[in-house]
């Protein structure tokens, strides 16, 4: 089962715009991380929120999480087609022997039109 | 510096054979993880190898197993191939189990 849901499941916008999208999940978290993922290509990490934090700022991605909510956000400024790419939410919590596994959602493919 | 590099990039199998995918970790991470993604979907935790040791599993059937090496790379290997199988395979690498996870582009494995 998968544990976070991105919201919407696919978004389409124009260059220069801003995207935003939506995981929430159900139980308990120690961090929310969020990957994007290019057609055919594995995932790169582009943020890790931790449960204690509400906000987080890495260049032109801004991550939100409302643990009362369960819920998180990630919005991407001034968008440009090289953004083109399915973003995905993953959520971890502390597993025994000091690991932590993350779950992911089934992503939000954004395309960004030129 | 390489990154997560994953043998090979394609493979075509038919249903009840065997199958090796490789992974070489990033450069000083010692814990390996790998997923199965099938299409237009989430990746989903098969297990993640530290010191050597299968340390974590997800739910996914004995026909899955692994191996990590003393130099931290890692097999996956899966027997009696299904048609459901068909995949990419994803390994990911991290300096300590508790750390972000860098990815390979994976093994994209075809069942017929």
């Known amino acids: 089962s998968q544990q976070g849901e991105e919201d919407p499941q696919a978004l389409s916008i124009q260059e220069g715009e801003n995207a935003t999208m939506n995981c929430s999940y159900k139980?308990?978290?120690?961090?929310l991380q969020w990957y994007r993922q290019n057609s055919g290509r594995g995932l790169v990490h582009l943020i890790l929120?931790?449960?204690?934090?509400r906000e987080k700022h890495s260049g032109r991605l801004r991550v939100t999480l409302d643990t009362s909510k369960k819920s998180s956000s990630l919005l991407i400024t001034a968008s440009r087609a090289a953004d083109t790419a399915s973003y995905f939410c993953a959520t971890a919590a502390y597993a025994s022997g000091g690991s932590y596994i993350p779950t992911f959602g089934r992503g939000t493919s954004l395309i960004v039109h030129p | 510096d390489a990154g997560v590099t994953q043998s090979p990039t394609h493979l075509i199998k038919t249903r009840g054979q065997q199958v090796t995918l490789r992974c070489s970790p990033k450069?000083?991470?010692?814990?390996v993880s790998w997923y199965q993604q099938a299409l237009g979907q989430g990746p989903q935790f098969i297990f993640q190898y530290y010191e050597e040791e299968e340390r974590q599993r997800g739910n996914f059937p004995d026909r899955f197993s692994g191996h990590q090496f003393p130099n931290y790379s890692s097999e996956l290997n899966v027997n009696a191939l299904l048609l459901g199988d068909s995949a990419l395979y994803l390994c990911?690498?991290?300096?300590?189990?508790?750390?972000?996870?860098?990815f390979g582009d994976g093994t994209r494995l075809s069942i017929l």
């Open positions: 450069s000083g991470h010692d814990t």
């Open positions: 139980t308990s978290i120690n961090n």
């Open positions: 990911a690498s991290s300096l300590t189990p508790s750390q972000p996870q860098h």
């Open positions: 929120i931790r449960s204690n934090e």
